[in-house]
């Protein structure tokens, strides 16, 4: 397949990985990409978070206009308004994203057609230890499953549709975030 020469094969932009990919096979510091995220409270659970910069090799490489907002907020039970999802459910959102357009891609490199692609993700919690009730118990999650449902526009390709699954399943950056050790740092600034 010519990823130049394809045009937008289940609305993926072949092209622009293919751009991508040559890029960082001339340039393998490019490869070094941070996605930023930043929050202002906004009093009580409720947090707005800009998304505008993405960086590759220390440049941010965003345009100018580039800039997202989502909320966050709690349920009442934990507080909340519930204006918003809560962080847990914008991490599952976020799984979500990745595995759709994962599968959407991989299902355009495969030559499918598709017709849908729904993800459901659940995440498990004791919240036991983030309660404070059961300081043994974790804070973090316990499980997470997820049930992708595929139709493709030419029925005989069901096997096209498990390698579009199975090949995110292995490669979802956002799969492996959730699944491998992390190394986490973290600083706090104390304004005066």
Same mark, same amino acid.
Not at 5 to 23: E, F, H, Q
Not at 31 to 60: I, L, M
Not at 64 to 80: I, S, T
């Given at each position: ?26 340039? @393998?510091? !490019? ?8 929050? %202002?409270? =906004? ?8 998304? $505008? +910069? ?12 580039? =800039?997202?907002?989502?909320? /966050?907020? +709690? ?8 204006? #918003? @999802? ?8 976020? !799984?979500? &994203?990745?595995?759709?357009? &994962? ?7 495969? &030559?499918? +057609?598709?017709?849908?692609? %729904? ?21 973090? #999650?316990? &499980? ?14 069901? $096997? ?18 959730? +699944? ?7 600083? /706090?600034?104390?304004? =005066?």
């Amino acid at each position: 397949m010519d990823l130049a020469t394809d045009t937008l094969p289940n609305g993926v932009n072949l092209a622009n990985i293919g751009s991508l990919i040559d890029a960082i096979t001339t340039s @393998p510091a !490019l490869a070094d990409v941070v996605f930023k995220a930043r929050s %202002q409270w =906004q009093g009580g659970t409720r947090t707005e978070v800009t998304v $505008d +910069e993405v960086h590759s090799n220390n440049a941010n490489i965003s345009s100018p206009d580039r =800039q997202f907002k989502l909320y /966050v907020d +709690e349920p009442p039970y934990l507080g909340g308004n519930d204006s #918003a @999802p809560n962080p847990v459910e914008t991490v599952a959102a976020g !799984l979500c &994203g990745c595995l759709t357009a &994962g599968i959407a891609s991989n299902a355009a490199l495969f &030559g499918t +057609e598709l017709e849908k692609i %729904q993800v459901e993700v659940d995440v498990r919690f004791d919240v036991h230890g983030v309660l404070g009730l059961n300081k043994a118990a974790p804070n973090g #999650a316990i &499980g997470l499953h997820y049930k992708v449902t595929l139709k493709a526009k030419d029925p005989l390709l069901a $096997d096209k549709l498990i390698r579009s699954k199975e090949t995110i399943d292995r490669k979802s950056p956002v799969k492996q975030t959730l +699944e491998l050790p992390l190394h986490i740092t973290t600083e /706090v600034v104390i304004e =005066q």
